[in-house]
Nanobody
Framework: QVQLVESGGGLVQPGGSLRLSCAASGSIFSINDMGWYRQAPGEQRELVAAITSGGSTNYADSVKGRFTISRDNAKNTMTLQMNSLKPEDTAIYYC???????????????WGQGTQVTVSS
């Protein structure tokens, strides 16, 4: 089995910062792309930021310059540093990883359970 566990969500005032973490565990041979998605009430899930195994990153226009994604391949972890948070950043944030569980096997998407981020005064 593979598990992705997020942590670090919470309530923060506008302009504040939060740091989300995601840890992958279980039967893992390699992790390819990883990413953070978010879903606000009544909205579709959207990509916030993504990072390849080589460290290349991609951000949604709405978070460029404010959020930073990083990963530690040795520890199978990923973080999202969120600065200058705005009320419109309020959502459930999900960790996603494309994982190969065994050598010569295919890679599949796995999701965490989500962590709530609320930006409000």
């Amino acid at each position: 089995q593979v598990q992705l566990v997020e942590s670090g969500g919470g309530l923060v005032q506008p302009g504040g910062s939060l740091r989300l973490s995601c840890a992958a565990s279980g039967s893992i041979f390699s992790i390819n792309d990883m990413g953070w998605y978010r879903q606000a009430p009544g909205e579709q899930r959207e990509l916030v930021a993504a990072i390849t195994s080589g460290g290349s990153t991609n951000y949604a226009d709405s978070v460029k310059g404010r959020f930073t994604i990083s990963r530690d391949n040795a520890k199978n972890t990923m973080t999202l540093q969120m600065n200058s948070l705005k009320p419109e950043d309020t959502a459930i944030y999900y960790c996603n990883a494309r994982i190969q569980r065994r050598i010569l096997a295919g890679s599949y998407d796995y999701w965490g359970q989500g962590t709530q981020v609320t930006v409000s005064s």
